[in-house]
């Protein structure tokens, strides 16, 4: 149990869409990292949010887009779905500069068709 | 670029000892390790800092040669709860802090059979 909860748990949706997948860090974690984690790989980078400002990304093309919130929630967009989307998008919250332990939450999977 | 994780899978017994080990080609500052079971979120393991440090919980210890930049996770005495995959996680070399911007491995998968 990591105190970091992601929803929804699975969804479909059909290339072109828009999805918007939620993440609620545990408290005081004033750092959340998204990842996108395809079948059978490990989890790519896509950005990090500190105190609500992006603080660094990976190689993900603008339509993935974040927001992080005072009360330790998160929110990871993805507009015009592609197919290769599809993948388990993890959150992870941590403690910023103190430690460098990641709490994963168990991710939402997502299908797009 | 993802650092390389070698072997791709092991299977054990119960009571066997694994090692597993990450290799970079970019200077690292630190080396971060995970366990995830099917379906379930990844679990931190333990952070390396400092090259040539070891750190270790129980019967899981890891190793970080900063000069080769490769780091092995050493499995002993293996328990059935030891089954997952396991996933090194790298940090570049860079000024200031940029914890949790981790480029993890493919993952080595861990089956221990009683």
């Known amino acids: 149990e990591t105190g970091v909860t992601q929803s929804p748990t699975h969804l479909i949706k059909t290339r072109g869409q828009q999805v918007t997948l939620r993440c609620s860090s545990q408290?005081?974690?004033?750092?959340v990292s998204w990842y996108q984690q395809a079948l059978g790989q490990g989890p790519q980078f896509i950005f990090q949010?500190?105190?609500?400002?992006?603080?660094g990304r990976g190689n993900f093309p603008p339509r993935f887009s974040g927001l992080q919130f005072p009360n330790y929630s998160s929110e990871l967009n993805v507009n015009a779905l592609e197919l290769d989307d599809s993948a388990l998008y993890l959150c992870?919250?941590?403690?910023?500069?103190?430690?460098?332990?990641?709490?994963f939450g168990e991710g939402s999977r997502l299908t797009v068709l | 670029q993802q650092p390389v994780q070698s072997p791709q899978a092991v299977i054990l017994r119960e009571g066997e000892d694994a090692v597993i080990n990450c290799s970079s080609s970019?200077?690292?500052?630190?080396v971060h390790w995970y366990r995830q079971k099917h379906g379930e979120a990844p679990i931190f393991l333990m952070i390396?800092?400092?090259?040539?440090e070891q750190k270790g919980h129980d019967k899981i210890s890891a190793s970080f040669n900063e000069k080769k930049q490769q780091s092995s996770l050493y499995l002993t005495a293996s328990q059935l709860s030891y089954s997952g995959t396991y996933f090194c996680?790298?940090?570049?070399?860079?000024?200031?802090?940029?914890?949790?911007?981790?480029?993890f491995g493919q993952g080595t998968i861990l089956t221990v059979h009683p």
């Open positions: 970019k200077a690292l500052y630190s």
């Open positions: 949010y500190y105190r609500e400002e992006e603080n």
């Open positions: 390396l800092l400092k090259g040539g």
């Open positions: 992870a919250s941590s403690l910023g500069a103190n430690t460098g332990e990641l709490f």
């Open positions: 996680g790298t940090e570049k070399k860079l000024s200031g802090t940029s914890y949790g911007k981790l480029t």
């Open positions: 408290s005081g974690h004033n750092t």
